[in-house]
């Protein structure tokens, strides 16, 4: 039978599975245009931005806040001053929670959107201050470096390495290719490599929880019991006290002691 397009096998009618190579190239665009890594500052802020606009605003820290009145931590930047009871706010009292003394809201919608604004604000500085470094950082390393040609196809910031000894990396990981000619075969031969980055220091330790300051106790303390009409100077707080007179000066009780003595 000779032998036709259509097939004379029952196999040869069944389509040829094409590859897919599409999500693959899209899959390996996304990987390129990932960017660096966020730092604990700028996740802070995204984390203290999604609290901001989404929290109820009416739960209290459950940590307990921080009664130290701003005199042992910094004075919030968000809410200074409980609007309710007038609770001076250090930075350890959180915007998205509750006045940990009357439970006052702070996301009313006006207030709300003023907090989303500032810390919006914080944000984009931050992930300013940020890239201007990162790129101060690999200029620095080209110029460490020199201005060595590239092979073509390979980025400007591959070869680009991190001065060692300041707790980073010693560079970026990247990948290179070196062309090298046999003289024997008059072969070129292009082998690739990677540069997998060293730390040169261990991780650092997490940094440790704030003292906070617990609220002052409900009760006052005072002396419930009546004064002592014979001693109404005792203090009946503390009735143990005893006063010690100060110490006499020996320079002078000497002067008076050899006056008295005739001055011999």
Not at 156 to 185: E, M, Y
Not at 199 to 223: K, L
């Amino acid at each position: 039978m000779p032998w036709t397009s259509s097939g004379s096998l029952t196999s040869d009618r069944i389509p040829a599975r094409q590859a897919t190579t599409a999500p693959a190239k899209q899959q390996a665009k996304g990987k390129s245009q990932a960017g660096p890594p966020k730092s604990k500052a700028v996740s802070a802020l995204e984390t203290r931005l999604h609290n901001v606009e989404y929290a109820s605003g009416r739960e209290k820290d459950p940590k307990g806040g921080c009664f130290c009145l701003a005199r042992e931590h910094g004075l919030s930047t968000y809410v200074p001053l409980c609007y309710g009871c007038g609770l001076v706010l250090c930075n350890l009292n959180l915007p998205h929670y509750a006045c940990p003394h009357c439970g006052e809201s702070f996301l009313d919608n006006a207030r709300r959107s003023a907090l989303v604004a500032q810390v919006l604000e914080e944000l984009r500085r931050q992930v300013a201050k940020e890239e201007e470094e990162r790129n101060r950082a690999i200029e620095e390393a080209r110029k460490a470096e020199g201005a060595f040609p590239m092979l073509p196809g390979a980025s400007g910031t591959q070869g680009a390495r991190r001065p060692a000894g300041k707790g980073t990396a010693t560079g970026p990981q990247s990948s290179h290719k070196v062309l090298s000619l046999n003289s024997t075969t008059k072969k070129v031969t292009i082998s690739s490599y990677t540069n997998t980055p060293i730390s040169s220091r261990p991780p650092s330790p997490a940094p440790e929880e704030p003292r906070r300051f617990p609220p002052p106790p409900r009760e006052i303390s005072y002396v419930k019991q009546p004064p002592d009409p014979e001693h109404p100077w005792k203090n009946m707080q503390f009735p143990d006290l005893q006063y010690i007179p100060p110490p006499k000066d020996l320079n002078t009780h000497s002067r008076q002691q050899w006056e008295r003595d005739g001055g011999d």
